[in-house]
């Protein structure tokens, strides 16, 4: 489960890249955590739109962490918001971190390992927002998927769905969400360490 990434890169080439305008104020966010706010592109009325947007949805009632990545869109608590276009956005990264499954036997610790584009090209997760009453800014999820033959031997469970520029028009537009929940082509992506 993707608990940490990176969006290396000013947040006007971002934007660019994305063919959208950035908000006033936005700040940029080198590295994301749950909690973190961090730029995300949604379509808005007048395009799209990078703004910010909180990581982790606070969870269901039986829940104690705010969801930060989505497995089962099947789920009632995704339903809904899966069906609306506009609660869709696209998360920029530039690296995403995955952490062993099995700890170091050497020292004990699991190792984390980074994955990306070998140029260091942006890129983008399929994400969904969520409103929370009482808050300023929206929060936000990323769909998983299974992991890839690069990501698999690191981690067996699952990786961020990472979207081609192809699909960046009908994610945001309400396409079928499970026709997006897969590993990237081959070679997309490069395990950098």
């Given at each position: 489960m993707c608990t940490n990434y990176r969006l290396d890169g000013s947040l006007a080439d971002i934007a660019a890249t994305f063919g959208a305008k950035a908000e006033e104020g936005l700040q940029p966010t080198a590295s994301a955590f749950p909690d973190s706010v961090a730029p995300v592109v949604r379509i808005s009325g007048s395009g799209r739109t990078l703004c910010p947007a909180r990581w982790g949805v606070?969870?269901?009632?039986?829940?104690?962490?705010?969801?930060?990545?989505?497995?089962?869109?099947?789920?009632?608590?995704?339903?809904?918001a899966l069906a609306k276009p506009g609660l869709r956005c696209l998360v920029p990264a530039t690296a995403f971190a995955e952490w062993t499954d099995q700890p170091d036997p050497a020292t004990g610790r699991k190792v984390r390992h980074w994955f990306g584009r070998a140029d260091g090209a942006p890129f983008a997760f399929a994400?969904?927002?969520?409103p929370v009453p009482g808050e300023d800014l929206p929060r936000f999820a990323f769909l998983t998927c299974a992991p890839d033959r690069l990501v698999a031997p690191v981690h067996a469970r699952a990786m961020p769905v990472v979207l081609s520029a192809a699909d960046h028009a009908p994610w945001l537009e309400g396409a079928p969400a499970?026709?997006?929940?897969?590993?990237?082509?081959?070679?997309?992506l490069s395990h950098l360490g």
């Open positions: 606070p969870p269901p009632a039986a829940g104690k962490r705010p969801v930060v990545n989505i497995r089962n869109l099947d789920s009632p608590f995704w339903r809904a994400g969904l927002l969520r499970h026709a997006f929940q897969h590993p990237p082509a081959e070679g997309f």
